[in-house]
Every structure is written in structure tokens, then in C-alpha cells.
């Protein structure tokens, strides 16, 4: 599984938004100056992050963005499907007999597929905001927490 930059610059976008909007909303240029991602791309990733019910928008002077759920009630996982889709690496029709899958009775490659499905879902969904927010502030990544050893 490789993920695009849709997922991996919105993971940092949401953990922006969460360290600075506190209660005012952050606007998409803050955002942008902060992680060094285009405000188009920003404003792309943000209408796909409030159609899934992730952020809310509001408008007008002061306007912007902020989240909403709580920090603790957003995993990973909910940011990257809402981005990237499904994170199954291998879609396999023999794990839904409705697709009609011939092979399905006798082949045992479908329950690897299976297993690292659910490795990953577990995963992701086990990881929360709040976690990645409070990772981000013990390593001093105040500006940039995609970057490798930053001491901001």
C-alpha cells in the first residue's frame, strides 16, 4: 500500500488544524505557510475532509476551518480513507461471495489478503489525532511535523 499526497499532506493539514485552531477557525493560508503546501491543493483536501464530517468550514472575515469531532474521536484511519478510499492493498473477490469469486473455495491467498486488510484498519484506526498532536509537540515540531528531525 502506498498512499498519495492526498493523504499524507491532509494527515499534516488536520494535525495543523488541530494544533492552532483551539477556538478560533485557521484559515487555509495559515495552513499553507506552516507545511509548505499549495493553499489550492489545501482547499481540495479540506472539501474532502468536511464532506466526510471531519472539519467544518466558516465563513467570513476570521473565517476558516476547524474540526468537527473531538481531537480523541478522529483516527488515522477516517483521515486516510476520506483522502485516499479504501486502504485494502489487495481487493479480493473471494472475501465477498457476492462478487462471485470461481476461485474462492480453494484459494488460500485470500485470507493473507485478509490478515493484512486487517492489520492495516487496525492499525490506523487505532492511531487519534490527539496521539499525533501530542507526538508532534514533544519533538518540537511546532511548524512542520512531517519533517524528518525538526527541533522548531
Given at each position: 500500500?502506498?498512499?498519495?499526497?492526498?493523504?499524507?499532506?491532509?494527515?499534516?493539514?488536520?494535525?495543523?488544524?488541530?494544533?492552532?485552531?483551539?477556538?478560533?477557525?485557521?484559515s487555509?493560508?495559515?495552513?499553507?505557510?506552516?507545511?509548505?503546501?499549495?493553499?489550492?491543493?489545501?482547499e481540495?483536501?479540506?472539501?474532502?475532509?468536511?464532506?466526510?464530517?471531519?472539519?467544518?468550514?466558516?465563513?467570513?472575515?476570521?473565517?476558516?476551518?476547524?474540526?468537527?469531532?473531538?481531537?480523541?474521536?478522529?483516527?488515522?484511519?477516517?483521515?486516510?480513507?476520506?483522502?485516499?478510499?479504501?486502504?485494502?492493498?489487495?481487493?479480493?473477490?473471494?472475501?465477498?461471495?457476492?462478487?462471485?469469486?470461481k476461485?474462492?473455495?480453494?484459494?488460500?491467498?485470500?485470507?493473507?489478503?485478509?490478515?493484512?486488510?486487517?492489520?492495516i484498519?487496525?492499525?490506523?484506526?487505532?492511531?487519534?489525532?490527539?496521539?499525533?498532536?501530542?507526538?508532534?509537540?514533544?519533538?518540537?515540531?511546532?511548524?512542520?511535523?512531517?519533517?524528518?528531525?525538526?527541533?522548531?
Open positions: 500500500m502506498k498512499l498519495s499526497t492526498k493523504g499524507r499532506y491532509g494527515l499534516r493539514a488536520l494535525i495543523d488544524l488541530a494544533k492552532y485552531s483551539g477556538q478560533e477557525p485557521v487555509i493560508t495559515s495552513i499553507s505557510d506552516r507545511q509548505g503546501i499549495s493553499e489550492r491543493y489545501l481540495q483536501l479540506m472539501a474532502m475532509l468536511k464532506k466526510a464530517g471531519l472539519v467544518k468550514s466558516i465563513r467570513g472575515a476570521g473565517g476558516g476551518y476547524v474540526l468537527a469531532k473531538e481531537l480523541e474521536e478522529i483516527s488515522v484511519g477516517d483521515v486516510l480513507r476520506a483522502l485516499e478510499g479504501s486502504l485494502e492493498p489487495v481487493e479480493c473477490s473471494g472475501l465477498n461471495p457476492e462478487e462471485g469469486c476461485a474462492a473455495d480453494s484459494c488460500v491467498t485470500k485470507y493473507v489478503w485478509q490478515r493484512i486488510n486487517e492489520s484498519n487496525h492499525t490506523v484506526d487505532e492511531m487519534k489525532l490527539d496521539q499525533l498532536v501530542e507526538e508532534s509537540r514533544k519533538m518540537g515540531c511546532q511548524d512542520f511535523p512531517g519533517q524528518t528531525g525538526c527541533k522548531n
